[in-house]
């Protein structure tokens, strides 16, 4: 009987233990390190519309040299489970060739071209007139696997940013300038899981792309192309593991609580049979 218990709580620990240490593996799985890329190389320029955007990857951080007034854009895929975070640094001319402040915005916008809203950080930013540089930060709600047709939910595909300046004087209109902006992601594994998933992400340019190998002419697309490690297939989450782990704990703690309760049995130390001719005597019935 005390073996059994020993032995089933052992189990119930030994679960417990590696359901904890799987599912902390699954959710601290580190971002891919910008070294883990066979290309080390970054861009160096920016596009100036959604269709000429400069393609990146993320936790890697892109260069471009542009003048004050322009619209820069670049693009990245985005998976289902990760929050982005883009980060721009803009160098400033020097002072004495400025008339005044400038204000900088950097925008997010999905594969929809639908404007995503900055869950926190530093969107818009102000440059005084003897500032070096402004930098500013947009941080993304969590990528969804799937979302309704009328909700704006971010979605997994390709992302657009978009920096530009929004206020300064006319004088400093065609100044040089130049930018950094890098793309980082965290995954935030099964919390933010839902029920189903899209049949393809949103990166645009993929028909096109479809239509050209097929010989049909197309325009020339900007194409985020693919997180490093591929696109998820939205069916396997991190909860599989807590759901199969909480049946398997469910079971041996329904045989343990039996254990339990189930008393020992007829003592070795009483005959046969005693036993039932006190229960049929409790019951009023004779004993013959």
């Known amino acids: 009987m005390f073996r059994t218990r020993r032995v089933l709580a052992g189990a119930l620990l030994t679960g417990l233990a590696l359901l904890t240490g799987a599912g902390a593996a699954v959710a601290d799985d580190p971002s891919p390190s910008p070294s883990a890329s ?142 950094e902006v890098e793309v980082t992601a965290a995954d935030k594994g099964g919390a933010a899981d839902v029920d189903g998933s899209l049949s393809e992400p949103l990166v645009p340019g993929v028909s096109s792309v479809e239509q050209a190998a097929d010989g049909a002419s197309a325009a020339p697309v900007a194409l985020a192309g693919e997180p490093e490690d591929g696109w998820s297939s939205g069916w396997w989450t991190d909860r599989w593991l807590w759901t199969v782990g909480g049946g398997v704990l469910g079971a041996f703690a329904a045989v343990f609580g039996y254990s339990l309760t189930r008393g020992g049995g007829r003592p070795s130390r009483v005959p046969p049979g005693v036993c039932k001719r006190v229960r049929l005597l409790g019951r009023g019935h004779r004993a013959d």
């Open 38 to 179: 066979g290309d080390g190389s970054a861009p160096t320029e920016a596009g100036t519309t959604f269709r000429t955007a400069t393609a990146i990857q993320q936790d890697r951080t892109a260069t471009a040299g542009a003048s004050t007034g322009d619209y820069l854009y670049w693009v990245f895929p985005a998976d289902a489970g990760q929050r982005a975070t883009v980060r721009a640094k803009v160098t400033l001319p020097e002072a004495a060739t400025r008339h005044g402040a400038s204000t900088w915005q950097v925008d997010v916008y999905d594969g929809l071209r639908r404007r995503q809203a900055c869950m926190y950080g530093k969107q818009t930013g102000k440059a005084a007139a003897e500032a070096a540089t402004v930098e500013l930060t947009c941080v993304l709600r969590t990528v969804r696997a799937w979302s309704e047709p009328w909700a704006d939910d971010p979605l997994p595909g390709s992302y657009y940013v978009r920096l530009t300046v929004v206020d300064l004087p006319s004088a400093d209109l065609g100044l040089p300038v130049r930018t």
